[in-house]
């Protein structure tokens, strides 16, 4: 098979789809009902004419009108005999009506037309095979396309049905997924809680040692904040521990409140630096979440200021303006060279914060500035 042959047989059902389309099937059927009319027309009275067009034309509304065409079909059945129109009619009440009462009723007005169509015949009552032939033959003519309307309004109900499976099945994966993934976290936090408190714990007893065997009033001073700050370290790493347990086994023991704007001014005193802080945040009491995003915001920048900027001046800001909470952390550039190494960090807190804001509606921005400092701004909307 050459290169060409594939292309010719991919690009074949794209060059029979428009025999599907929706203009297609609403348009050749009329057609061929117009020629079955001119067929049968010749040598007709024109009224008989006018009602073969009526039967024609009706057609175009079928699929909004059914019922409505299927009975001015009929009187060009009646009077002219002719078969496509009616037959179209019946199909379209029959693949539009649920229930079987109207197609059946139409197919059989449309067989007892066909059988009693005018002019009458002189021997129409006789008991003759003829006759009883043609009774057959208008009974199948009104029932074949009440049955195939049928058979098509169950293959689009089925079709419908199928679509609504698959698409509650995909929902049902999705919701699994998300449970997995939502039972990884999980796991993970728990995990990273064992292994960071482990550390912490031994950062805690090693403060504690030298705070006892240090004759230094700054060495006992240091180990003492660093033996506080572990404590506190940890009790924060089992409150998140403890708001995934609580919420994966129903465990009822009471937590501990989440930080909230109160608890900013505590934080900026115990962080050490040289902070000058203005918060005023409106006589409106904010949702949980504003509140602890921006105590977050506000931790988060003390912390990196500790880390990468130390002896710089801090100016921390929170303000309401117009239903939205503005938290601003600024510092300078660092002023104590002598300082440390700058403790490792991941990248993350920045990212968490972003996050933060964006789940609230707000938004997150950070950067250096001009004088050489770093800035953090929260808008946080109630």
């Given at each position: 098979?050459?290169?060409?042959?594939?292309?010719?047989e991919?690009?074949?059902?794209?060059?029979?789809a428009?025999?599907?389309?929706?203009r297609?099937?609403?348009?050749?059927?009329?057609?061929a009902?117009a020629?079955?009319?001119?067929?049968?027309?010749?040598?007709?009275?024109?009224?008989?004419?006018?009602?073969?067009?009526?039967?024609?034309?009706?057609?175009?509304?079928?699929?909004?009108?059914?019922?409505?065409?299927?009975?001015?079909?009929?009187?060009?059945?009646?009077?002219?005999?002719i078969?496509l129109?009616p037959l179209?009619?019946?199909?379209?009440?029959?693949?539009?009506?649920?229930?079987?009462?109207?197609?059946?009723?139409?197919?059989?007005?449309?067989?007892?037309?066909?059988?009693?169509?005018?002019?009458?015949?002189?021997?129409l009552?006789?008991?003759s095979?003829?006759?009883?032939?043609?009774?057959?033959?208008?009974?199948?003519?009104?029932?074949?396309?009440?049955?195939?309307?049928?058979?098509?309004?169950?293959?689009?109900?089925l079709?419908?049905r199928?679509?609504?499976l698959?698409?509650?099945?995909?929902?049902?994966?999705?919701?699994?997924?998300?449970?997995?993934?939502?039972?990884?976290?999980a796991?993970?936090?728990?995990?990273?809680?064992?292994?960071v408190?482990h550390?912490?714990?031994?950062?805690?007893?090693?403060?504690?040692?030298i705070?006892v065997?240090?004759?230094?009033?700054?060495s006992r001073?240091?180990?003492r904040?660093?033996?506080?700050?572990?404590?506190?370290?940890?009790?924060?790493?089992?409150?998140?521990v403890?708001?995934?347990?609580?919420?994966?086994?129903?465990?009822?023991?009471?937590?501990?409140p989440?930080?909230?704007?109160?608890?900013?001014?505590?934080?900026?005193?115990d962080?050490?630096?040289?902070?000058?802080?203005?918060?005023?945040?409106?006589?409106r009491?904010?949702?949980?979440?504003v509140?602890?995003?921006?105590?977050?915001?506000?931790?988060e920048?003390l912390?990196?200021?500790r880390?990468?900027?130390?002896?710089?001046?801090?100016?921390?800001?929170?303000?309401?303006?117009?239903?939205?909470?503005?938290?601003?952390?600024?510092?300078?550039?660092?002023t104590?060279?002598?300082?440390?190494?700058?403790?490792?960090?991941g990248?993350?807190?920045?990212?968490?914060?972003?996050?933060?804001?964006?789940?609230?509606?707000?938004?997150?921005?950070?950067?250096?500035?001009?004088?050489?400092?770093?800035?953090?701004?929260?808008?946080?909307?109630?």
């Amino acid at each position: 098979m050459t290169s060409a042959e594939p292309a010719a047989e991919a690009s074949a059902p794209h060059r029979w789809a428009w025999l599907r389309s929706p203009r297609t099937t609403l348009l050749v059927p009329v057609v061929a009902a117009a020629l079955d009319s001119a067929l049968v027309a010749k040598g007709s009275e024109p009224w008989q004419i006018a009602l073969s067009a009526l039967s024609v034309v009706a057609l175009l509304g079928r699929r909004r009108y059914p019922l409505t065409v299927a009975l001015l079909t009929l009187p060009g059945a009646f009077f002219n005999e002719i078969w496509l129109a009616p037959l179209t009619g019946v199909y379209a009440v029959s693949a539009a009506y649920p229930k079987p009462r109207i197609p059946v009723a139409c197919a059989v007005s449309f067989a007892l037309i066909e059988f009693f169509h005018w002019p009458f015949a002189p021997d129409l009552f006789a008991l003759s095979r003829d006759n009883a032939l043609y009774a057959i033959q208008s009974a199948m003519l009104g029932a074949g396309p009440a049955a195939l309307g049928m058979l098509t309004r169950t293959r689009r109900e089925l079709g419908e049905r199928v679509t609504e499976l698959t698409e509650g099945r995909q929902r049902e994966s999705r919701l699994i997924a998300e449970r997995v993934l939502t039972a990884e976290r999980a796991r993970l936090a728990r995990e990273m809680h064992d292994v960071v408190s482990h550390q912490v714990s031994l950062i805690s007893i090693q403060a504690g040692a030298i705070q006892v065997a240090s004759t230094d009033p700054a060495s006992r001073d240091g180990a003492r904040t660093i033996r506080e700050l572990s404590v506190r370290t940890l009790d924060e790493l089992r409150q998140m521990v403890g708001v995934l347990r609580a919420a994966g086994i129903g465990n009822r023991t009471p937590l501990a409140p989440q930080p909230t704007l109160a608890d900013l001014p505590r934080l900026i005193d115990d962080s050490g630096l040289p902070v000058t802080h203005r918060i005023d945040t409106g006589r409106r009491d904010w949702p949980e979440a504003v509140e602890r995003a921006a105590y977050r915001t506000v931790q988060e920048g003390l912390t990196n200021i500790r880390k990468h900027a130390p002896g710089a001046r801090v100016t921390v800001r929170v303000a309401a303006r117009g239903g939205k909470l503005h938290v601003e952390v600024r510092n300078g550039p660092p002023t104590d060279r002598t300082a440390a190494a700058p403790l490792p960090g991941g990248g993350h807190g920045l990212v968490g914060l972003r996050e933060r804001a964006a789940l609230l509606g707000g938004s997150f921005t950070a950067g250096p500035t001009p004088d050489g400092g770093f800035s953090l701004h929260a808008v946080l909307p109630a």
